[in-house]
T-cell receptor
Framework: GESVGLHLPTLSVQEGDNSIINCAYSNSASDYFIWYKQESGKGPQFIIDIRSNMDKRQGQRVTVLLNKTVKHLSLQIAATQPGDSAVYFCAENPLLRNNAGNMLTFGGGTRLMVKP | DSGVTQTPKHLITATGQRVTLRCSPRSGDLSVYWYQQSLDQGLQFLIQYYNGEERAKGNILERFSAQQFPDLHSELNLSSLELGDSALYFC?????????????FGPGTRLTVL
């Protein structure tokens, strides 16, 4: 199955609807946040990123919102398609300010299922 | 296709054994990262190399080691394997070692320890 069979929260949406996937991050010092998509049997794929000096960033059909006050990140997918079915991870880089490397800390992931 | 290659795709071995996972970064990328994805721990950062030198270290076990060679490919060595080491191991690469560099992930190596 997807990822390694983790028991993940699941979001089930109808094809064509908008999806919102949420993530709470842990490190208030993190400056950089990324959303990755992981399809079954594949590695994580970069979707979109955002710096802490922004609260919104838009890509193609995707929007990331950042609320630093409550340490919350969300990914909005417009007009969700069957090909969007995957596990979505948020990630933060806690070492950015220290310039001591480039490690990512990943959230637990959310499984998105798109019903045709 | 991210451009990051990993071999082998699958690896089955026994407890106590040692294995080597290999990663070739995208052309032009100087940083290589290793991550472990397991059932109970999710995706966890293990270690980063930049242009041949260790740059950042996560919760990597002492039984695990890595290196990056002059041609920039990297190897992750796992020794004295235990059942709990069964997981997906991903390699990622990025151009530099700046925090906002996008990390591109390979397809992973699935390790099964019996």
């Amino acid at each position: 199955g997807e990822s390694v069979g983790l028991h993940l929260p699941t979001l089930s949406v109808q094809e064509g609807d908008n999806s919102i996937i949420n993530c709470a991050y842990s490190n208030s010092a993190s400056d950089y946040f990324i959303w990755y998509k992981q399809e079954s049997g594949k590695g994580p794929q970069f979707i979109i990123d955002i710096r802490s000096n922004m609260d919104k960033r838009q890509g193609q059909r995707v929007t990331v919102l950042l609320n630093k006050t409550v340490k919350h990140l969300s990914l909005q997918i417009a007009a969700t398609q069957p090909g969007d079915s995957a596990v979505y991870f948020c990630a933060e880089n806690p070492l950015l300010r220290n310039n001591a490397g480039n490690m990512l800390t990943f959230g637990g992931g959310t499984r998105l299922m798109v019903k045709p | 296709d991210s451009g990051v290659t990993q071999t082998p795709k699958h690896l089955i071995t026994a407890t106590g054994q040692r294995v080597t996972l290999r990663c070739s970064p995208r052309s032009g990328d100087l940083s290589v990262y290793w991550y472990q994805q397991s059932l109970d721990q999710g995706l966890q950062f293990l270690i980063q190399y930049y242009n041949g030198e260790e740059r950042a270290k996560g919760n990597i076990l002492e039984r695990f080691s890595a290196q990056q060679f002059p041609d920039l490919h990297s190897e992750l060595n796992l020794s004295s394997l235990e059942l709990g080491d069964s997981a997906l191991y991903f390699c990622a690469s990025s151009k530099r070692s700046v925090g906002t560099d996008t990390q591109y992930f390979g397809p992973g190596t699935r390790l099964t320890v019996l």
